[in-house]
């Protein structure tokens, strides 16, 4: 009998743990949903005071009282309306009223408390209002921000209003961090290699600067446009890294220069398959006549990818290159008859379709 009213008991307390658990689940629903109600009305609240304000409304500011304490939603909602604004005075005569409403205090504050989310859009706004007082702000959260989503944000925020950091405050910045976090950081290097190309040049000259942050930097010298930085990426090219070889044949794909000629043609023959079809695409988007013989080879590597980007970057080079392409489609071997079956195809269909 104790056997029979203990299973009772432990049904009994399973029941009320799931009646608990489902109870809970829906109070959780409910206060989500007015929470995300809430959030709706208030944006559309602040974005109509921002319009408001900028067809010369002298009330509007003050509206935006009750929501002083939602500085991250004021944050977001003003990045929205400032993106869709193109008059300049329009602009100024927003920003103005609510630097004198301390809106700008609110999102300095901001910087070094709440959320990351929150941190990064106080960070991202504070653009729109530069001073002495945003750039020492700015700078201070800098030096005890951790994670790189909100460092790239106050540092592009300094950049924006006129007191970015040094590139290789950058590039140390990048240095010893995740793989993933590189892309968050290139367009800010990618300008500031925009602003001080020789400050980038001798920073990529530098051994000491290593790594990651170099196959960046590399990337972001090839999206400059600047011809100056062709020597180096062809020197780069050719380095032990096979992560920088690979930056560096896409930076002179970006370049797009005849003069890497032979070093794309050494990167044809490179030892890592990524290097190879970089090479290829980079021989396509520059137009080297002179890899034709080699991308011909290319359509019978052992790896698909390699022969695909081969066989494209035939089909860029014109005539010449798509009269190889159907030479191997008639007398190839079985990979690149394939691969030139295919790309023939491809580009057929995009013709058609263009």
Not at 174 to 186: E, I, N, T, V
Not at 282 to 292: E, N, Q, S, T, Y
Request: net charge positive.
């Amino acid at each position: 009998m104790s056997g029979l009213l203990l299973i009772w008991t432990a049904a009994g307390a399973l029941a009320a743990v799931a009646l608990i658990w489902m109870i809970g689940l829906i109070v959780a629903r409910v206060l989500r949903e007015r929470g995300e109600a809430r959030r709706r009305r208030d944006w559309r609240m602040i974005q109509q005071a921002f319009l408001d304000i900028m067809n010369s409304s002298c009330v509007a500011v003050g509206r935006l009282g009750g929501v002083k304490r939602r500085p991250r939603l004021m944050a977001e909602a003003l990045l929205e309306v400032i993106a869709l604004v193109r008059g300049g005075g329009e602009r100024d005569r927003l920003v103005s009223a609510l630097g004198a409403f301390g809106i700008d205090d609110i999102f300095r504050r901001c910087l070094s408390r709440g959320s990351v989310a929150g941190r990064i859009a106080s960070a991202e706004v504070l653009s729109i209002f530069p001073s002495e007082r945003t750039r020492s702000a700015l700078r201070q959260a800098l030096g005890k921000a951790r994670a790189s989503e909100l460092r790239v944000s106050l540092m592009r925020s300094l950049t924006q209003i006129g007191a970015p950091p040094a590139l290789r405050e950058a590039l140390a910045d990048l240095s010893g961090r995740r793989g993933s976090d590189s892309l968050l950081y290139l367009p800010l290097i990618g300008q500031l290699v925009a602003d001080d190309p020789m400050s980038a040049l001798r920073a990529f000259g530098d051994p000491r600067v290593a790594g990651e942050a170099r196959v960046v930097l590399a990337e972001a010298l090839g999206a400059s446009g600047n011809y100056r930085m062709l020597r180096p990426l062809c020197v780069a090219a050719r380095a032990p890294d096979v992560e920088l070889r690979i930056a560096a044949i896409r930076a002179l794909a970006a370049l797009g220069h005849p003069a890497a000629e032979a070093t794309i043609l050494a990167g044809l023959q490179d030892r890592s398959w990524i290097v190879r079809a970089a090479s290829c695409e980079a021989a396509g988007r520059i137009g080297l006549h002179a890899a034709l013989p080699w991308l011909e080879t290319q359509l019978d590597d052992p790896v698909w990818w390699v022969r695909f980007r081969a066989g494209e970057a035939l089909a860029a080079l014109g005539p010449a290159g798509r009269a190889r392409l159907r030479a191997m489609v008639a007398l190839g071997g079985d990979l690149s008859r394939r691969t030139a079956s295919m790309v023939l195809a491809e580009s057929s269909f995009t013709a058609e379709a263009a």
